[in-house]
């Protein structure tokens, strides 16, 4: 008969409409979460300025406190505005969220959320607790919640590698919030293990569903880089700067004090790689080249986009610089190629580029017209011997360059 009684008042607890509306809700807001770390977490690395860093940091710690009040008040309306003491499911999804939050966000305020959580979740309990003779097991109780907190903010890569690990530590974090929530409450004690069991299980349907989130934001990052990046040498494509082209042409087209320049570049005699070495030769020769320049742009902070244009053709991008301002950034790129040639299999590879450069004018109708121009300087510095340089009609000779 008492298993009965149990059974009926699992059904009762949580298996029900409200029940099934609040694991939707949290499966929403797991989902709103996740988006917005993957989002933000993409713009900033360790680099990253600090306030830009806090800044990312904030926002996240924003939506988490704000999806938990938008948890008590999608309960709160279901319940018709009936005290939540004894709202179980309402208080696991929350825990869920919580712990959901350290493994995925990592950072600081969300941290600080977890740890201040126990005074905020029922803030007229914080007086009550001064008065209780249950004082010192609320202290006790907090003290083992916080060091579990801290433990899985310091270990998240370990626990998340091992499934042991990650139950254990999901264990460890609801058997020291159901202590909390049973000193404020005084249920009976072994009303812990089954709050525990619930959790563990919600917590499982949530993992599974955050997991699905993650690989469709995963496959859909996966395909951006393949529609807009190069995969041989990683660099942007042509698919992306049509795109991109678009944009400066609006942008640029109506500024009349900040100039934009485009610098086109193909490897001389690259046709000769393939020819006696095989294309495989061609293919390391062609990423050797976009790696250095790339790394070079990077060192040097020319703020320029490289893309591959197609074949051995590399463009260019150079905000904010006329072509005066771009000889000396395209002759230090050239020059740190020259003294880098590829080492292959024992052999030096000594690797020249001719190039092209042109800026945006008020009589270009569209990009198209630029990028005719700066194609037509590139071939103008190939015509005239290669390992040259053209601008706006003018051709140097590289080895008779100062950089």
């Not at 298993?3 to 699992?10: E, L």
């Not at 904030?58 to 008590?72: D, F, H, P």
């Not at 469709?216 to 942007?236: A, H, K, P």
């Not at 904010?320 to 024992?346: A, M, S």
Request: with cysteine; hydrophobic share 45%; charged share 20%.
């Amino acid at each position: 008969m008492p298993n009965i009684v149990i059974i009926n008042r699992f059904f009762n607890d949580y298996i029900n409409t409200i029940s099934a509306i609040i694991t939707l809700v949290t499966i929403a807001l797991i989902t709103i979460i996740t988006i917005v770390a993957y989002t933000l977490e993409r713009r900033i690395s360790k680099s990253s300025p600090l306030y830009q860093r806090a800044f990312v940091h904030l926002v996240e710690g924003l939506v988490l406190g704000g999806s938990m009040v938008m948890l008590l008040q999608v309960y709160r309306i279901l319940s018709n505005g009936a005290s939540i003491n004894h709202a179980w499911l309402y208080a696991i999804a929350q825990l869920t969220i919580l712990l959901y939050s350290m493994y995925l966000i990592r950072n600081k305020v969300t941290l600080l959320i977890n740890i201040l959580m126990p005074f905020m979740y029922y803030t007229s309990m914080n007086i009550q607790r001064l008065d209780s003779k249950h004082l010192p097991l609320f202290i006790i109780s907090y003290i083992f919640l916080v060091g579990i907190v801290i433990y899985i903010y310091k270990q998240t890569d370990r626990l998340q590698n091992s499934e042991w690990k990650y139950l254990g530590m999901q264990t460890l974090f609801g058997v020291a919030w159901w202590l909390l929530l049973w000193v404020d409450h005084s249920f009976p004690i072994y009303e812990i293990i089954n709050l525990v069991v619930v959790f563990l299980i919600y917590m499982t349907v949530i993992r599974f569903c955050a997991r699905k989130i993650q690989d469709t934001m995963l496959n859909y990052d996966n395909l951006r880089v393949r529609v807009n990046y190069d995969e041989l040498t990683g660099i942007r494509n042509r698919a992306n700067l049509d795109k991109t082209a678009t944009e400066l042409f609006d942008t640029y087209s109506h500024e009349d004090k900040v100039p934009l320049s485009i610098a086109m570049f193909d490897i001389d005699h690259f046709k000769g790689f393939n020819d006696q070495y095989g294309h495989s030769t061609g293919d390391e020769v062609l990423k050797h080249v976009a790696h250095t320049m790339e790394r070079e742009m990077f060192l040097t902070d020319t703020k320029g986009q490289l893309f591959r244009f197609g074949g051995e053709e590399f463009i260019i991008v150079l905000r904010g610089k006329d072509p005066t301002q771009c000889v000396p950034i395209v002759t230090d790129l050239r020059n740190t190629l020259v003294n880098t040639p590829l080492i292959l299999n024992g052999q030096r590879l000594d690797i020249s580029i001719s190039f092209g450069i042109s800026q945006l004018k008020d009589s270009d109708t569209d990009f198209e017209d630029l990028f005719n121009r700066v194609d037509k300087y590139l071939y103008e510095s190939k015509n005239a011997g290669r390992n040259r340089l053209t601008v706006e009609g003018q051709t140097y000779d590289f080895d008779n360059m100062k950089s």
